[in-house]
Nanobody, 122 residues
């Protein structure tokens, strides 16, 4: 089966760092596009970082502090979060378009990870 497996969330103090991982498991040909989203209490879901056609984009709120990267050999995407602030506290989720084989035919399907909690204390 194909799925996204996330890890790396936790509790840190303001100014600290965390690295989130999103690994695509199963028979994956490639990750065509990927994004990291977050949703804080009382707020709507926000796209914080994405890779599309090899290009990286960031929300203004995280520019200069977060970096999205990928390891093609491991089919894994990372979100390095530096200089964390209390307002970064949220559930972070990985979303990706995965190219795979279904009964001999190459297809692209969208998947979500399970989400991981990031809490930043002041």
């Amino acid at each position: 089966q194909v799925q996204l497996v996330e890890s790396g969330g936790g509790l840190v103090q303001a100014g600290g760092s965390l690295r989130l991982s999103c690994a695509a498991s199963g028979s994956i040909f490639s990750i065509n596009a990927v994004g990291w989203y977050r949703q804080a209490p009382g707020k709507s879901r926000e796209l914080v970082a994405a890779i599309t056609r090899g290009r990286r984009n960031y929300a203004d709120s995280v520019k200069g502090r977060f970096e999205i990267s990928s390891d093609n050999a491991k089919n894994t995407v990372y979100l390095q979060m530096n200089n964390l602030k209390p307002e970064d506290t949220a559930v972070y989720s990985c979303n990706a378009d995965l190219q795979m084989t279904d009964r001999g035919i190459q297809i692209v399907r969208n998947f979500w990870g399970q989400g991981t909690q990031v809490t930043v204390s002041s």
